[in-house]
Nanobody, 122 residues
Framework: QVQLVESGGGLVQAGGSLRLSCAAS????????MGWFRQAPGKERKFVTA????????SYADSVKGRFTIARDNAKNTIYLQMNSLKPEDTAVYYC???????????????WGQGTQVTVSS
């Protein structure tokens, strides 16, 4: 079992930045690939970005490429999502997730956090 706890969400103006964190605990948490997904009000949860267990491989949704950066610190069992140049359409609940092996599909992930709200005002 892996437990995931997100933090760092909040309210920010368009063009601003936020950094989300996801702390993982449990058995061999550093062995897991991690992903970030988001769900806007009234919409389905969508893939944002993912990183493999070593941090050497990443994947991004087209909508966030060049603005968001995923990173991990395995010594701290924590992943980060640096979000720059935020837009109102980035407003959503952001979830981190874990699985063995990097993936971009929501259904492939085994463990999920509770989510953190990000609101971008125009």
């Amino acid at each position: 079992q892996v437990q995931l706890v997100e933090s760092g969400g909040g309210l920010v103006q368009a063009g601003g930045s936020l950094r989300l964190s996801c702390a993982a605990s449990g058995r061999a948490a550093s062995n897991y690939a991690m992903g970030w997904f988001r769900q806007a009000p009234g919409k389905e949860r969508k893939f944002v970005t993912a990183i493999n267990r070593s941090g050497g491989v990443t994947s991004y949704a087209d909508s966030v490429k060049g603005r968001f950066t995923i990173a991990r610190d395995n010594a701290k069992n924590t992943i980060y999502l640096q979000m720059n140049s935020l837009k109102p359409e980035d407003t959503a609940v952001y979830y981190c997730a874990a699985r063995l092996g990097i993936a971009t599909i929501e259904g492939a992930y085994d463990y999920w956090g509770q989510g953190t709200q990000v609101t971008v005002s125009s």
